[in-house]
């Protein structure tokens, strides 16, 4: 396979890395876990409740926990989407109304919604300008869009201590995510999240890399080593207005 089948973009790998839940879910898990510092979905969550929205749209709702928080705690009517069926069945499970479908075509019309929301997706986009557009056409005048994502150099330590280095440019970034959303936002500004993953045993590297999309071989190379290991974080979320 050559190094575009492993790009974050690429649609045959997100359909097969979304179809189940388990590796998500486990990378999720002992991130949550093992995070110290700032909480990216804190922020982002923060971000959709202090507008105080009545009816909230969220891109790419994974299992659907995020969603069901702005349920309970915001008391917003809240969508759900995913492109994975696996995904919307499982928000479903929870009570709330979802649907299979793709953010580039979203199926609803316009200014149906107070606040759209995308945590950790955009990258995951061919067409993000078309997505971002498809996110302002469901929002109403003045409201609001939140989306989080990743820098660059996200847990680029982690990669460094295995000896496999890599050069990442996202197609959606910490760096390159405002001009983008300025083509269809205003007064777009950003939030960063940033902490320090550690590391304290092999094993819970070892789990961590192994649930990663693009490089889980390396969970092989792990070493044995008695120091925990700290692995710097950075996320970005993105606050606009239409």
């Not at 983008?180 to 092999?202: D, I, K, S, W, Y």
Request: hydrophobic content about 40%; proline content about 3%.
């Amino acid at each position: 396979m050559s190094e575009e089948d492993f790009k974050l973009d690429n649609p045959m790998l997100v359909r097969w890395e979304f179809a189940s839940e388990e590796r998500l879910e486990k990378r999720n898990a002992i991130y949550r876990r093992l995070v110290e510092g700032d909480n990216a979905e804190e922020v982002l969550f923060a971000a959709v409740k202090e507008f105080a929205p009545t009816r909230v749209l969220e891109v790419g709702c994974g299992a659907g926990g995020m969603a069901e928080r702005v349920r309970d705690e915001v008391g917003a009517q809240i969508v759900a989407v995913d492109s994975s069926e696996r995904m919307v069945e499982l928000t479903r499970q929870r009570g709330i109304e979802s649907y299979v479908a793709d953010v580039q075509e979203l199926p609803f019309g316009d200014g149906e919604f107070d606040c759209v929301f995308a945590g950790w997706v955009l990258y995951h986009v061919l067409d993000r300008a078309r997505a971002i557009s498809e996110c302002a056409r469901v929002l109403r005048p003045g409201g609001r869009f939140a989306t989080a994502t990743l820098s660059d150099e996200n847990m680029s330590d982690l990669w460094d201590f295995l000896g496999s280095p890599r050069d990442r440019i996202l197609g959606f970034s910490s760096s390159n995510g405002a001009e983008q959303l300025e083509q269809c936002f205003v007064n777009v500004h950003t939030r960063e999240a940033n902490g320090v993953v550690v590391f304290a045993t092999p094993d819970d590297m070892t789990q961590f890399v192994s649930a990663n999309i693009t490089r889980a071989h390396l969970a092989a190379v792990v070493p044995e080593f008695t120091e925990p290991v700290q692995v710097r974080t950075h996320h970005t979320i993105f606050v606009a207005d239409k």
